[in-house]
């Protein structure tokens, strides 16, 4: 993608709870704001999820996976059902299969205090928090995802794996995305890697071949951290921090408890990035307890479209559509610096009540 | 041990850094309340960790491991030091083999918000916070501590193993320890398996154990949380949890993250407790920056150590044990309750001074 384009093709999964209810909502500011950028967005609804499994025995068929991978983007609300699973119990989510089959190695989650909205912290410095997890997605100890075995009811066996062909490239995507944050956001520069060097053989490989990667980007601090220790500032000095690249289950955990610290998931989007794909999608799950009772925040998957907007447009389709990304980012902001609140915070604006509220920001009534 | 005995033969090993100096002043404290229960500990000092290692080339020899295996019980204080680390480039971390050789498998870290101490969240009701992080510590991740493999310098593997057989072990210790904290705590007997069974086959195998052992246990609520969602709720409503059995490397990380709510590290007791051996130690670590200084918070030894005298109490030695064990906790909670500030929470109050002030509690003069 080197010429700007003026059109983008969508593929829209709302899947499962309140996975659609925010995606509608989703959809409903982002024709507008695209419209005032001179922008189409050409959505392709595709079907898949807990329910898709339980109407029709697979959770997304190849047609579907195919229509998916042929976007320019996917933009998926949320997937999963209690009691809807697989035959060994596990959970049904094609949005794992989307980051290993599309090898969507960077699960870029930002963890950003939105102006307004409490953070948990009592430490005022907590308002300052703006870090990126970066969880590798598509190895790690996911790699065991569906090749874990028990040996005969006494004992289980998951092995996980880091390579260097991807810690390399989760390298560079960390340092690239710290470099950017100093120049569009005043961040300052800094990449920490989290692992657990000291005990396990993979972590201390990784940490080699992300320092080896380090030395290609000397205007962007390198460091690394243990998890435990990680874990413990995330609570003490969360805002210190800017990029953390780390593996995939690590990354899972500390992007959660990241979520915790600024409102919860309802405010914490995600991207997960690969070479050529990427699927856009909030950090929560379905919901099940308010599913259906239109008070779902969709305020992470609003940013999470953001983040799709900003993606497209670095990737070269060109600047207004990171110009779109912006204004849709402020726009969010802007609802609750003036005193939006959602059910999660203590609050009464529903999910259509948000998105009018952002849309109105960016002049556009619905 | 069916009799009660009034005498302890305590393997002490102080370790590295600020190891020695909380080591020091906990002996200190506890040589008078000992006498003031008319009970005895007969203290023998053993060498092992980082320097042990730099000068002997051991970090801890066979004698060593032999006379503390000997011995009632063992207190440690930290061990390790950047710089000085095992060929492989990992740890010296002789604590980490007493686990395994012994076969602690029950890492019981106590998260307690001491009366006075800030936490670190803004709800009030995280000065009720008092939960067990449970974490198993013979296998889990850790099993491939030392076994990992590095393939061509592309690939690393660790295999993470979970044993029917110390899963049941935890799982029993889990629901034992609610039911004595029910009794003597007026907590609210649940037990929370923390684990990741929607995606690994590992965690399922361990729920599934887990919940074959509650059914023994029906006198105590078993439920079972997601590590993402747990860590989530660490900091959204961590009061509402009690004992929480888990993985090796989550517990690693739960705890961590726990000690950082309830003030950091210098207030994290633990026990890793095995079949007839144990090892009491506080959670942090050898603080390199201030040690030799006289600053080292020695909170969590001495909670450390109270726990030391309770275990030896339930396993029957005698009441006078426990009872020892109670008026310790409460000496360190009365002192921060009436004001000591140590220099981690921004107070003044130095490793001795602390020392003084719990030892006053107990009516003895330092
Ligand atoms: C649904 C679940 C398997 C998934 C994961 O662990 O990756 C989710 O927690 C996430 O973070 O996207
Ligand atoms: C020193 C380190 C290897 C150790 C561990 O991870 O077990 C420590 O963090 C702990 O929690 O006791």
Redesign the interface.
Known sequence: MAVSRNAMHIALMPGDGIGTEVTEACVAVLQPLARRHGLGLDFEMLRAGAIAYRDTGSAMDEATFGRARAADAILLGAMGWPGIRYP????I?PQ?DLRFRLGLYAGVRPIRALPGV??????PRAAGIDMVILRESTEG??A??G????IE?????????????TTERLSHFAFDLARRRAAKRGRRGLVTLVD???????F???RKVFHEVAAHHPDVTAAHHY???M??????RPWDFDVLPTEN??G??????G???IG??GFAPSADIGDGHAVFQPSHGTAPDIAGKGVANPTAMLLSAAMMLDWLGTRGAGEAWCEAAAELEAAVDAAFAAGLRTPDIGGRAGTAEVARVVAGNIGARL
Chains 1, 2 share one sequence.
């Open positions: 060994d119990g596990t959970e989510a794992l409490p953070v948990a912290l009592a430490d100890l996911f065991a995802r090749k874990g075995e028990v009811d006494r004992e289980a066996r998951d092995t996980m794996v880091i390579t260097r062909a657990k060097a000291n005990v396990f053989t993979g201390a490989f990784m998890i435990d220790a874990a413990l500032d995330m609570v003490r289950m690590f899972d955990i500390l992007s959660d408890l979520a915790g610290l919860g998931m």
